[in-house]
């Protein structure tokens, strides 16, 4: 059965108003828009932005902005760290330490940071779909002024950008032919030499690779350094120079072996030599290799006994191990790794555990390896994830890696004191651009024809869907009476009116009005099990309205609206679930059976899929109106969810409380109630003071942010909650335990 995971409810930060209740990081300073408070937050995943769409502002008085209890517009430009993905690290100068990843579009990006300052970006520095999301990256200076980043790209080429100095970001150029290597292959790169710059790789002919280039001449390559397959195409490779005049390449091979090839300055190149004596990690695991002491090169890696290993060598002997580093088994087999110089004699090992955990093992000079040492919460990144690891300043060492729900994230340490963080260092899920004209709020506007309209005080957007290059959005406005309606744009971020495609569930309909509230979800009939209807594609509506029934007067009804491409959705097509199996339905809103009964006119509901799960999810508010709250005493209500296989299955599906006022402790502390203790100030504080009650209310799934992880069978789901005071919008995360 599922039920909700103890103390996972977490809020993440305030999404509108000039300040945090909490004193949390505040990203959005919504005064200069002519905002001061704001509610709701339906939302759809648009040309990889994420729009929301806001409830009523009450603009201040005497401030030049749209009319009071008009609705607002704006969007999430989000760069989510594809979860498990890679990093590459280097200093673009003297004071400028850079971080690259492939993003979830497929674009090359960069964070940086400035000396001891805050992190920026991340920025794009390439076009779109480039390569795989979360691909293998590489860095390295070319010259003193110019750095480069290499990645495999969706074609199986090699690429390179650049920048010189502080300068603007080049590329990227292609360095190869096609289909030299898997796209996204890991590589890395060394210097040969002097002025020679090596990029090396595991080619789609399990053969290790290198391309090089000479001072800022032309690149040359590629050029396989062995004669047979040794390792996977794509496995992970590390180079060192492991005395002067030599360069060592290594990873694991096909055999399961450390294995390495080598070269004296610009001469020939040798091996590969199995430096293994028994079979010892994955091929193609990941591996990390430094200079432990001036004279002894160390590898090391997380073997098949789940363990941190070691393969060291001093000058140019004979190569050692493995030894084990780990008393206990601590990471998956093959998991990432990063080493730094942590301070002057200790070498520091840093990679993400079997609990998603940061964990530390370090030696100091050439003694016993310490740990491993647990230095951040469970579950701050996949297990065994890729990491690195860099020196920021001379006594500030950071490791940067990518969290669960797209976060990318640094850890630091000063000297050799505590570890502190992870931070997320890209803030974009929380920072909204709104949709502006004259320098205030542009308002959610409705035109029919040469009419024009605004929704109005208690009129919001209640549901938002993506398709065919379009953003349609469900509406309820008092037109006489009170009417779902559709609306329109090819534009949502520009400041032009929504066309309305049609209105429908009128409340004076006594067949009708079952529809106020409207949550769609976009999905092909086919990932409907069951569901036998003509269209291919098309949005699942749930809806909250009257049911036209005795007793409960209010209820959840469920829609079919399909959709094709180069058409408008048709009222006509709509067809109403009749609750009698998935191929009942009628073309007659009056024969929409409910799903399941609510005890007040108004909840605002939403709903998404897990996709990895194949289950369905849906949010809705058991509170009141402002007025319910007081006469029926439902204040306290929390914000419930129900899973189930199909849309309606949902109807049957328990209640799962995922924020309780009282039991996550929301009351005082980001909830103002004029009765309990008030030790955040929020009477003051809450600006706007409008005298709406506190309560939970407007849940707005964020589907983009929703993960299921497969081990754990639980479900991480993000949404925006609106609290009444302050009149603010809060972004939330939860999780579910789907089943033991």
Known sequence: MPHWLAGSTERI?????????????????????????????????????????????????????????????????????????????????????????????????????????TWQGPLRISRKRVAPPGGGVAAAHQSGDQLDVFFIGRDGALYVSWVVGGGIWQGPVRLSGKGVAPPGARLTVANQGADQLDVFYVGNDGKLNVHWVVGLGSWKGPQALGSAAVAPPGAC???????????????????????????????????????????????????????????????????????????????????????????????????GIALVSQIATQTTALLIGDGGQLL????????????????????????????????QLADLTVALYGGPWGEQQVSWVVGGGNWQGPVRINPDMMRLSPVLKDGVFHPFTVREAQRTWLLGSDATPTGAFSYDGKVFVFVVADEGTTIASLTKSCCPTEPQPFDLVFRFSFASDLDGGKFFQVAPCVVRSDQLPGFDYGSAEGAILLGHGFTRRPGKAFGVHLAWLPLSPGQDPDLQSIR????????????????????????????????????????????????????????FGSANAPIVARIAPTPWELGAAPDIPVLDPVRDHALGHYMYRPDLPDPNNLKVRGVPLIGHPSFLYGPHLLNRYTRYDHQTNMVTFHYLVSTGWPYQVQLMRSSIQLSE
């Open 13 to 117: 930060a305030q999404m509108s108003g000039d300040y945090d209740p909490e004193k949390l990081v505040h990203i959005n300073f919504t005064g200069a828009w002519g905002v001061d408070g704001v509610d709701l937050g339906a939302n759809t995943e648009h040309n990889g932005l994420t729009l929301i769409f806001f409830g009523d502002v009450p603009t201040p008085h005497g401030r030049n902005a749209p009319p009071r209890d008009s609705d607002l517009v704006a969007f999430i430009e989000d760069t989510p760290f594809p979860p498990g993905g890679h990093l590459a690290s280097a200093h673009q100068g003297e004071h400028q330490l850079d971080v690259f990843f492939i993003g979830e579009d497929g674009g090359l990006y960069v964070s940086w940071v400035i000396d001891g300052g």
């Open 237 to 335: 490779v590390a180079a060192i120079e492991q005395v002067s005049n030599q360069l060592s390449v290594l990873f694991f091979g096909n055999d399961q072996k450390l294995n390495v090839h080598w070269v004296l300055g610009l001469g020939n190149w040798q091996g590969p030599v199995a430096l293994s004596p028994n079979p010892v990690a994955p091929p193609g695991a990941n591996l990390a290799a430094i200079k432990q002491l001036a004279n002894q090169t160390s590898v090391l890696f997380v073997g098949h006994d789940r363990k941190l290993n070691v393969h060291w060598v001093v000058g140019g002997g004979r190569w050692q191990g493995p030894a084990t580093l780990s008393p206990n088994p601590i990471a998956p087999a093959g998991a």
């Open 360 to 391: 530390v093992q370090w030696v100091i000079g050439g003694g016993i390896w310490q740990g491993p040492v647990n230095i951040s919460a469970a579950n701050v990144a996949p297990a065994g994830a890729p990491l690195v690891a860099e020196k």
């Open 576 to 631: 109403y679930y009749t609750g009698s199996g998935p191929n009942n339905w009628s073309p007659r809103e009056g024969d929409a059976a409910p799903l399941f009964l609510t005890d007040f006119g108004w909840a605002s509901l939403s709903v998404g899929r897990i996709l990895d799960a194949n289950l369905w999810i849906m949010l809705y508010h058991r509170a009141g109106s402002r007025d319910d709250i007081h006469t």
